[in-house]
């Protein structure tokens, strides 16, 4: 694997089918300023901290973003290291197929000098799946220790990363007076548990709705204002996804 300078880099994609790690440049990089997202401000407190925590080398927690499609997840990881890419944080984002790698990755990032964020977007597993083991082995390590200079935050749409099925709770039993899981419903928690911060995410309301397209530089009339909620209502929804695609649908002057 080739190793890039970090001095200069300060974001890198994993590249599968290259085993590569491929640098995004500066100009590049899609990091929305941190004020720009409204209604999640329990959040964007609480990641910042504790990524900030972990850059300046203290204990921090692996972090799970999790709730409603569009609501801020993604970008919240993007907006934080915005802010702390100038303090020393570093990111590898690698696709959910790509996790069997994450071992080999982890190997290459232990010696650096640099604090790495591993983010992994849309997270989510079927029962089974290889690469559900491979993130339990870097989260929580194996017989060597987990490397402390990585810390991995991932969004999902789900709490556990894994469906959910009625079947797994019918299993959990009583036996006298404490509650047992089923397997299954133990094997999902055993991933989700490692993650030490749970943040999660849900619709905005109106309010914040319009704030977020009136942010996405809409003027809003009242004409403006039914057409954005009917827009969302459209979409399924509010969310800030929904409040920029709106404003990405209307016409420009000049």
């Keep these: 694997m080739t190793t890039l ?10 590249r599968a089918r290259r085993q590569a790690l491929k640098p995004v440049a500066e100009a590049d990089l899609d990091t929305p ?5 409204l209604g999640i401000e329990r ?13 300046l080398g203290q204990p921090a927690n692996h972090a799970l973003l999790w709730g409603a499609r569009g609501c801020g997840k993604s970008s919240l990881v993007k907006a934080v290291f915005g802010v702390l890419r100038l303090e020393g944080l570093r990111l590898v984002q690698i696709d959910k197929e790509d996790l069997l790698d ?16 591993v983010f ?5 597993f079927q029962p089974g799946e290889p690469a559900f083991r ?9 017989i060597e220790r987990p490397p402390a200079n990585i810390l991995l935050v991932a969004t999902s749409n789900r709490r556990h990363l894994v469906p959910e099925r009625m079947a797994d709770n019918l299993a959990a039993t009583h036996v006298e ?12 928690l055993a991933l989700a548990d490692r993650f030490g911060l749970w943040l999660s995410f849900y619709p905005p309301d109106q309010d914040t709705f319009l704030a977020m397209v009136a942010g996405n530089g809409v003027a ?12 969302a209502t459209t979409r399924g929804g509010r969310s800030g996804r929904a409040a920029r695609q709106f404003g990405q649908s209307l016409p420009r002057k000049g």
């Design 5 to 14: 300078d970090w001095s200069t880099t300060f974001a890198a994609l994993w």
């Design 33 to 37: 300023p941190l004020e720009s997202l």
């Design 43 to 55: 959040q964007k407190t609480a990641l910042l901290d504790n990524l900030r925590r972990f850059t």
């Design 102 to 117: 994450l071992p080999d990755l982890a190997d290459a990032l232990r010696h650096q000098p640099h604090r790495f964020l």
């Design 120 to 124: 992994c977007d849309d997270l989510s």
């Design 134 to 142: 491979a993130l339990k082995t870097v989260l929580d390590g194996s």
């Design 177 to 188: 007076g404490e509650l047992h899981l089923g397997d299954a419903t133990e094997e999902q």
């Design 220 to 231: 809003l009339d009242e004409a403006a204002r039914l057409e954005a909620i009917r827009f």
